[in-house]
């Protein structure tokens, strides 16, 4: 079994869309979700407090920022302005793959977990989630 999410985001942030797989999910097994994009990333996080998401984000922008900031000047990949490679760092650093079990029809997320994509770049994006129950 296999669909894909398409996930619109407005700029670097934490998208959740934990409802939408949930709402797809049937029978026992495992769920494997891929994210098309090297620019972009997917984690599970806690979906309780707003701060998490805030702070995650801000924390890989102080730890990776824009090539205008002096520490970065090394980049030369920059054809799509100074959020390019640092996005393609960040997006190395994290997973762009999730294997989550699936029982009953229900994803095993603890309490507080949600299904994020990790937007890396400043300008909006279509973005794909290719998801497989197996």
Do not use: C
Not at 29 to 36: C, E, N, P, S, Y
């Amino acid at each position: 079994m296999q669909t894909r999410f398409v996930i619109s985001t407005h700029g670097p942030g934490l998208y959740e869309f934990t409802a939408q797989v949930a709402d797809w999910v049937q029978g026992t097994g495992l769920l494997t979700l891929f994210v098309r994009h090297t620019s972009a990333s997917l984690l599970i996080q806690e979906n309780a407090d707003p701060e998490v998401q805030t702070d995650l984000q801000n924390f890989f922008h102080r730890l990776v920022p824009p090539t205008t900031d002096t520490a970065m000047s090394y980049l030369t990949h920059t054809y799509e302005g100074p959020d390019d490679m640092p996005a393609h760092i960040k997006s190395a650093m994290m997973p762009v793959s999730l294997g989550i079990p699936v029982t009953n029809g229900e994803l095993a997320l603890g309490t507080w977990q949600g299904i994020y994509l990790f937007e890396h770049r400043n300008a909006p994006h279509e973005r794909t989630v290719v998801a497989h129950l197996g």
